[in-house]
Each structure stands twice: as structure tokens, then as C-alpha cells.
């Protein structure tokens, strides 16, 4: 990485991501190399990642784990495990995104066996700005967008929306009191990113949750 | 995990340093350290400064100046295929004004090269 030192210039070029990046691609090569589609969850704290998660817990049981992003408390975990699923708990102690590397101290502690588990689904830390710069050796990685937030998120945060390959529309059961505007969020989502694809759910009445469950499940089994 | 950051600019300052450190192999007194970073890349570069600034000196590499080339993002229209330059996420397509585009560069984040300072080399 160091090349000569002349004079007093020293050339480094080394990408700062770049140890994150080899955490990524140990986990995906981890995860990949026993079947598990990996799922990274971004949204900002109250959108109802957990509340999504818990409805995915009861469609999928058994087959998903989850990794657990939290500044502090198991709550989240406990959650999840009451679900049906294995659950790991992160506390990152302050951090505002979870790393690769946090990722795969966990994998390191969970039950990996491939003849039950198909689906690792990573909750990162609620934060729409400090996650999206962090590769965690995901195969997918879902921007979730509650409607209470409002519609003008997405080109607020284009750093995270721009690097999602599918937008969750959550908290659908409230839309008619609000002024959240379902095709203006998905035309800027698209400007912005042209690929994603889009759900609209309630995670609480369990609408659009099956479409959306049936969805991941073809990533893996299809 | 990375030292109890509190900010992703903090976590960043630090693996700057953690760079740096293993590249020279020892910790010294810098003048100037290089970097680059694209618009796209979620990064501030005044929040980086600042905290960069603090890491150095608790790391040991004095009171380095930061100098950051930002880049341009390289952009294609999806609408009538220009290919463009932009400063962030924001600027649409100067032949037709869309903003749907698909994203060729603009995500990096390198150091690319520090200086010494007098006497440490």
C-alpha cells in the first residue's frame, strides 16, 4: 500500500472504505457459501423496520435470522425471538450505522446452519444518512419510508435512496389521513434510481405483507 | 466498534488515521494529508475536517492540514443518453433537464497521499 517514501510526499491511495469492504465481501462469501440471502434494512428510527421484521418473523419463523442495530438495549431482539426467529442484538454503543465488521462478530455468535436458515435480515441502525456509505455483505438492501415521515424524504436523503434495490412504503393503514403522496414518492425514488422496485405495506394490519414476504422468498428459492 | 464514533465522519476520521498509521508504519507529525471525495458519497466534508483535525492530534500525527480535491459525480441521462458532470445528487441533465439517470461515479472516498513534516523524514 506504501510506496517509497521520497522526499517528504508519501502516495497512499487506499480507499477508506476499504476495510469495511473486505468484512463485506467475508460475509457475503460466509453467508453466500451456505445459501443465506442477506437483507440490509435502512430506514430512520420509527419507521417500523422492527414492526416489518416481526411480520417477516411470522412468515418466514425459523428460516430468518436477524441481526439486531441498536445504540443500546436487547429490546428489538427480544421482539424478534418472541416472533419466532433467531435474533442477535448489536449495541453499537453510540455508533450511528452498523460495519461489516460489527456484522461479522455477530455472524460469529448465531446459528448458521443452512439446512434451516435461508434468510439473514440485518436491522441496521435508525438513521437515513450514516448507513447508506456501509456495505454489509447484503444481497439486497431496503430503503424503508413510513408515511408519517412524508413524501419529500427521498430526495432529502438521496445518498441512502439512490443505493437501495427496493423501497418499503410502510404504515399504509394511516394513509388516508395524511398528505403522503404514494406516486410522487415512488417517481422521485425512481429518478433517483432508476432499478428499484417498490411495495406498499402495513406491517401492523399485515397489508401488502405477504406480496412482499412472497418476494424475498423468490431471491432464494426460485 | 471504531472507537466508539459517534458520527460517521468521526468513525472516518479515525479509519483515515488507522490508514495513514499502517501505510507509514509509525505515527509522525504530518503537514498536509491529501484525500478525495466524491459528492455522492454521503460525506461532509466541513464535519470531516473537524473531526479529522481532532483525531490527528489524540492519534499523534500533529496538527495536519486537510486538503480534500472534491470530485465531480459522473452522471448518465436516461432520458436522452448525455453523459454528465455534477456537484451532488441535485443537478439534472444540462441537454434535457430530467433528473432520471443512472450513477457512473461520484462514491469515492480515497486518501490519496500525506506529507511530512520537516525533520520526520
Known amino acids: ?222 | 466498534m471504531n472507537g466508539g464514533a459517534t458520527m460517521h465522519e468521526l468513525s472516518l476520521a479515525h479509519d483515515m488515521t488507522r490508514i495513514i498509521g499502517n501505510a507509514l508504519g509509525r505515527k509522525v507529525h504530518l503537514d498536509r494529508v491529501n484525500i478525495t471525495i466524491g459528492p455522492l458519497s454521503g460525506i461532509s466534508p466541513e464535519s470531516l475536517r473537524f473531526c479529522f483535525t481532532e483525531v490527528a492530534k489524540i492519534e499523534g500525527f500533529g496538527e495536519p492540514e486537510l486538503v480534500i480535491n472534491l470530485t465531480r459525480a459522473k452522471l448518465i441521462c436516461l432520458d436522452c443518453d448525455t453523459e454528465y458532470e455534477a456537484k451532488d445528487f441535485y443537478q439534472g441533465c444540462p441537454g434535457c433537464g430530467s433528473i432520471s439517470r443512472r450513477i457512473l461515479s461520484g462514491r469515492e472516498f480515497t486518501v490519496d497521499s500525506v506529507e511530512l513534516e520537516e525533520g520526520n523524514d
Open chain 1, 1 to 222: 500500500m506504501c510506496d517509497e517514501v521520497t522526499e517528504q510526499k508519501v502516495d497512499i491511495t487506499t480507499s477508506v472504505m476499504s476495510k469495511n469492504d473486505r468484512f463485506a465481501a467475508d460475509n457475503r462469501e460466509l453467508l453466500g457459501g451456505k445459501g443465506i440471502y442477506t437483507l440490509n434494512l435502512i430506514s430512520s428510527p420509527g419507521a417500523g423496520k422492527t414492526a416489518v421484521l416481526e411480520s417477516m418473523a411470522r412468515f418466514f419463523g425459523p428460516r430468518m435470522a436477524v441481526i439486531e442495530g441498536d445504540i443500546q438495549t436487547r429490546r428489538d431482539a427480544e421482539r424478534i425471538e418472541k416472533a419466532g426467529c433467531q435474533a442477535w442484538q448489536i449495541e453499537t454503543g453510540g455508533a450511528c450505522h452498523l460495519d461489516a465488521h460489527a456484522v461479522n462478530h455477530a455472524l460469529s455468535h448465531m446459528n448458521l446452519d443452512p439446512d434451516s436458515l435461508q434468510l439473514m435480515a440485518i436491522e441496521n441502525v435508525g438513521n437515513l444518512i450514516c448507513p447508506s456509505g456501509y456495505d454489509l455483505g447484503e444481497d439486497m438492501r431496503i430503503g424503508l419510508l413510513s408515511v408519517p415521515e412524508g413524501d419529500d424524504k427521498i430526495l432529502k436523503y438521496p445518498s441512502l435512496f439512490s443505493s437501495i434495490n427496493v423501497l418499503v412504503i410502510n404504515k399504509m393503514d394511516l394513509i388516508s389521513h395524511l398528505d403522503f403522496d404514494v406516486d410522487r414518492a415512488i417517481d422521485e425514488c425512481r429518478s433517483l434510481n432508476p432499478d428499484v422496485l417498490v411495495f406498499t405495506v402495513s406491517a401492523k394490519t399485515g397489508e401488502g405483507m405477504e406480496e412482499f414476504c412472497g418476494f424475498v422468498e423468490n431471491q432464494f428459492s426460485g
